[in-house]
């Protein structure tokens, strides 16, 4: 499984899947919430809502992940999970680890052979951007050791600026 770390928009990405960084509602938001619900197009949101209706009417907790079309994007699928808020005192870091594996746990159970992440956590929801990129990476190969069949062949980390992207080769020793 190969872990690559690149900067630019994830809803560009020509992967299988690509994750959200959503909040519980899992109606929209701004951040990359509000990009890929932008991009994907209103079947999106109405997808989610029928979540809300159905399997998730109290919301996706936070670590929890669930999959959605990738509708207008070029990823098949879209997979919203929410990350902890520290301006929510939500700073375990047991929660954001759960997002990346949960993620990854969904992405194979889709047949996904790649996924892209963006930084979780590390925008509106205030959470330390090297944190955030050392908990992707112990999360990623975490995941490789414990599920080596997953079929999850590349793991994509898109970040949005240079500085993110630099933390997070910093982070994984690039
Ligand atoms: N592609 C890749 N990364 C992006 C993009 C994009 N198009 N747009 C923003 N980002 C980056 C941000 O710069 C940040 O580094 O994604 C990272 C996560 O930031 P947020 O989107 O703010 O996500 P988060 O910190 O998890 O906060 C989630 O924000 O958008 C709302 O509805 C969302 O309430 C939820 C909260």
Redesign the pocket.
């Known amino acids: 499984m190969r872990l690559e770390i690149l900067q630019?928009?994830?809803?560009t990405r020509d992967v299988d899947a690509i994750v959200n960084?959503?909040?519980s509602s899992l109606l929209?938001?701004?951040?990359?919430?509000?990009?890929i619900h932008r991009a994907a197009g209103p079947a999106l949101v109405e997808a989610c809502r029928e979540l809300r209706r159905t399997s998730l009417p109290d919301g996706l907790p936070v670590g929890k992940a669930v999959a959605t079309p990738g509708f207008d994007l070029p990823a098949k699928w879209v997979i919203h999970t929410v990350?902890p808020?520290r301006h929510a005192g939500q700073t375990d870091p047991a929660l954001l680890t759960s997002c990346f594996l949960e993620s990854l746990g969904v992405a194979a159970s889709l047949g996904a052979r790649s996924i892209a992440f963006?930084?979780?956590?590390?925008?509106?929801?205030?959470?330390d951007?090297r944190e955030v990129a050392t908990v992707a990476f112990d999360a990623g190969r975490n995941f490789e050791r414990s599920s080596p069949d997953s079929g999850v062949e590349l793991v994509e980390f898109?970040?949005?600026?240079a500085e993110?992207t630099d933390v997070f080769r910093m982070a994984f020793g690039a």
């Open positions: 630019g928009d994830i809803t960084a959503a909040n929209g938001g701004g951040g990359v919430d509000g990009a990350g808020n963006p930084a979780i956590s590390a925008g509106i929801y205030g959470w951007a898109v970040l949005f600026s993110m």
